[in-house]
């Protein structure tokens, strides 16, 4: 209810109301307070005068008395006293009192003669002290008394002259009337005043400020602003205002533009996002047909495994039958050939019967064909058991120094034809070897025998071996024709040759190096060529077998794809 007075009531109206209490309160407490003081004042004023005229009429008396006239036998003396109570209004009356209380002298005639019985009176009457005696006379009066002595300083009564206590509540009244009357008036004038100013100076502009706060609260137009008029509280608070819907205005347009960048931004995105949707259905649509096409594929793929499965079956099955076929063919060669060797040379030693030059050429030619049918049937032999991984290993500790010098030694001669001297230099730290010494030393005679071949007349050939690692590495280097590096891995499979027509004149079939590759991975090891392939730069062979014994390499060779034929 309180809170509800309160903030119907305007600020005008409550700052008025406080403003003209406090007046009330001041003025009413003021006039108490004056018209007090003036009633205090103003007796004393009276208390003064009626003194005053005490002592004038006192020294006409005293004048009489000095004449030796005596109080009692005094005349006249009334007269003085109506006189003065006639040019003093505010006093009652005027009076010459013996010391008995008989009225000797009155401004009123009639109380002449009377006797005072008032015993404050007679008291006042009877006091000698010079000073001003003031007494009440039945409340209505106030007096004052000066005493009268004769020439011998005998007391003799005293003069007296009243006031009444009426005159001070009247003049007090007037006095509290005209205060009211002041008061009320400048209480208007005040209050007139006060609302003008406090209009003009604190609710008209906070009234102002109002309108500008309802109109942006209700139109929301932040380029109001307060017009300032003053630089007081009201004025600083307008100024903040203003300052703070400025600060407002500019939040409100950055808030704007962000949101108009949103906007944007949004609608760009959407865009994005709906060409992202277009082209996400395009890839799904892609990606279904890919996945159609793919299942397609992949049965095509399934039928396709399927055949070529079948065929690797037929493919085994007819490398098998040709395995079987060279392997059983060569044996079969080998039989008669060496029974034609047998011949050849006992015709060409004469147990048969003497023969001529011309015979014994014949049958030259004829040994050194069947030497190289033999040896061809035995490659053929050789590749045929490594591809189906039937060779026979039989391994044992072999000293590779003594091993190489020994093929040195009897590579020489076949060398000695073309001049060309074999160096064989072996490392010292080079260990013993577990393998099968017939094959590895296979190994070695055809790379030697490559390298005679494809060295000119009077060359060197290097063969050299060291422990590499694990390893001990064996080298063979020739200063021949070189290789070309498109035929490095090449070379390496049957029957490949790297100029067929001009290698085949040297009497090779391109089956060599073929066994030695199948020779050294059965060890476990590798074998491979470095040769710019640039003529005279020659062409050095190397291959590693490992230190660690390679146990039971037949076991570990069967069924080895030493040329990859599981691989298709
Ligand atoms: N040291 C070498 N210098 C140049 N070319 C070589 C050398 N060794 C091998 N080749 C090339 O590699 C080919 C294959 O050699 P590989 O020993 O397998 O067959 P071949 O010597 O021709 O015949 P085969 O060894 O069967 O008697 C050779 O025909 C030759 O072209
Ligand atoms: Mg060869």
């Given amino acids: 209810m309180t809170l509800n007075l309160n903030t119907k009531i305007s600020l005008k109206v409550k700052i008025l109301i406080i403003t003209v209490g406090v007046l009330f309160l001041y003025v009413s407490i003021g006039t108490l307070i004056s018209s007090s003081i003036f009633a205090d004042e103003y007796s004393k004023a009276l208390i003064s005068k009626s003194l005053v005229i005490d002592h004038s009429l006192k020294s006409q008396l005293d004048r009489l008395l000095k004449l030796g006239i005596p109080l009692e036998e005094l005349t006249g003396f009334e007269k003085q006293c109506q006189e003065i109570a006639e040019r003093y209004k505010e006093i009652s009356y005027a009076m010459v009192v013996d010391y008995n209380g008989q009225i ?187 996945l159609e096409d793919l299942q397609k594929t992949l049965e095509d793929l399934g039928q396709s495994k399927n055949k070529i499965e079948q065929q690797n079956i037929q493919l085994k099955k007819l490398n098998k039958i040709k395995s079987d076929c060279l392997n059983i063919t060569s044996h079969e060669l080998r039989t008669p050939m060496s029974s034609i060797k047998g011949y050849i040379q006992m015709m060409l030693k004469g147990n048969l019967g003497t023969i001529n030059d011309e015979q014994k050429h014949a049958l030259d030619i004829i040994l050194r064909n069947s030497n190289r049918l033999n040896r061809l049937i035995q490659d053929i032999l050789d590749i045929s058991r490594l591809e189906s991984g039937t060779m026979k290993f039989i391994t044992r500790k072999t000293g590779v120094t003594k091993m190489i010098k020994e093929i040195a030694e009897t590579m020489q001669t076949s060398a000695d034809l073309k001049g060309i001297k074999i160096n064989a230099e072996t490392g010292i730290d080079v260990p013993e070897l577990t393998i099968d010494i017939d094959r590895i030393t ?127």
């Avoid at 007081?232 to 205005?249: K, R, T």
């Avoid at 790379?447 to 063979?476: C, H, Q, Y």
């Avoid at 499979?493 to 590759?517: E, M, N, R």
Wanted: with cysteine; proline share 3%.
């Fill in 104 to 290: 000797l002298f009155h401004s009123d005639p009639m109380q002449q003669g009377r006797m005072i019985n008032d015993a404050e009176i007679l008291d006042a009457v009877r006091n000698e002290k010079e000073n001003t005696q003031i007494f009440s006379m039945e409340e209505d009066y106030y007096g004052t008394s000066v005493p009268i002595f004769d020439t011998n300083g005998k007391h003799l009564g005293a003069v007296m002259v009243g006031f009444p206590v009426e005159i001070i509540t009247q003049k007090t009244e007037v006095i509290i009337f005209s205060s009211i009357i002041v008061a009320f008036v400048s209480f208007i004038v005040t209050t007139v005043i006060l609302v003008y100013t406090i209009s003009r100076w604190i609710t008209k502009p906070i009234n102002k400020l109002l309108d500008v706060i309802k109109d942006i609260g209700e139109k929301g137009d932040l380029s109001r602003r307060v017009k300032i008029r003053s630089y007081d509280e009201i004025g600083q608070l307008a100024s903040s205002f203003n300052q703070m819907i400025q600060d407002l205005e500019k939040t409100r347009g950055k808030l704007i533009e962000a949101q108009k960048d949103l906007e944007k931004k949004v609608k760009e995105r959407t865009s994005e996002l709906d060409e992202k949707v277009v082209e996400l259905r395009e890839s799904e649509i892609a990606t279904l047909n890919i």
């Fill in 442 to 568: 296979q190994v070695v005679v055809n790379l030697l025998n490559n390298a005679i071949k494809f060295s000119p007349d009077g060359s060197t050939i290097n063969i050299k071996t060291r422990k590499e690692k694990e390893d001990v590495l064996f080298e063979v280097q020739d200063y021949g024709r070189g290789i070309p590096e498109e035929h490095h891995k090449k070379i390496f499979q049957t029957f490949y040759q790297v100029d067929s027509d001009a290698d085949t004149k040297f009497g090779g079939a391109g089956l060599g190096l073929a066994i030695c590759y199948g020779i050294i991975i059965a060890h476990g090891g590798r074998i491979w060529v470095e040769s710019t392939g640039k003529p005279g730069g020659g062409s050095t062979f190397r291959f590693t077998l490992p230190v660690d014994s390679v146990i039971n390499i037949e076991e570990r060779f069967k069924g080895a794809d030493v040329f990859g034929l599981e691989k298709g």
